[in-house]
């Protein structure tokens, strides 16, 4: 376990890579999102698609104080040096059209795909993955249908923490059991984990690190490293190398005990509280009776 969650001082990575945050969605947990991007720093961070929820947005707009303070957060560490690199996934598609121009925006560069090599030495294929997906790639509307079906589970998953924290048990995923019980979700994971691990092999990268179907994963698959990153709507997990060139997944509301059912705060409110508790330390001090 990193000691950032026993120190509260911020952890310093070589490389994070994160993906899935589906900002503009209720289902986001930009909270959390903040909070890890705020306690950490990184020489490199990969964006590794579906970052923004182009296709939510088009139906309903929704956007908070939270997800402001996530797209701030990520300029502040492109402005403190990062290399941070934007690799368009499906749901933020609309950004893969200006992929040819190579465009850079703040210090943020867009591209299709990218080539990490860690610090020991291993060249890594950075994709969202989404590409390897048949339903998105050959049956659009049936992706959408399901990204509805996804909605509605996460709906329910919020009445359901909801019930099981009245009771005093803690947050537990429904969704993602749901998503575990199915065989047929289970098979496309495998069928996608492996898809994805041998083209990594086919071009010859020693492992692909992908996002796309937020099952966070680290394993090894038919001689290479597969490398999910997971999500920030069920799991809230990164990807991250540490400055030896050691990947570890960190599943951030683990490591820190947040409860995926506390009332969400914004970071303007977060700082208001905490200074409101510094005021009334100060008082509480002066009232105290001088030491005789």
Known sequence: MNALSATGARASYRTIFISDTHLGTRGCRSDFL????????CQQLYLVGDIIDGWRL???????????????????????????????GNHDEMFRAWLPIGLEIGGIRLRKDAV????????????????????????????????????????ANRWFNAA????????????AWLKRQVKGAVKAIGRYEVALANEAKR???????????????????NGVLYLNDGDWVESCTALVEH????????????????????????AAQSAAQTAAQAAKSAVDAERLPEPV
């Open 203 to 221: 071009r010859g990268f020693d492992g692909v690190v992908c996002g796309h179907i937020h099952h966070a994963e680290m394993r090894e698959v």
């Open 243 to 266: 400055h030896d060139g050691r990947l570890e997944l960190i599943d951030w509301a683990a490591l820190n005990r947040l409860s995926f059912f506390a009332p969400r705060q914004s």
């Open 58 to 88: 088009r139906k309903s707009w929704y956007w908070d104080e939270n997800h402001d303070e996530v797209l701030r957060l990520i300029l502040r560490h492109a402005r403190g040096g990062a290399e941070v690199t934007y690799i368009p």
């Open 164 to 175: 099981r924290r009245r009771l005093g048990y803690p947050y537990w995923s429904l969704s």
């Open 34 to 41: 903040a909070d890890f991007l705020r306690r950490t720093s």
């Open 116 to 155: 990490h090599t860690t610090a020991d030495g291993k060249r890594l294929l950075v994709m969202h993955g989404d590409e390897f997906d048949s339903v998105v790639r050959y049956a659009k509307f049936l992706a959408l249908l399901g990204d509805s079906a996804y909605t509605t589970a996460l709906t």
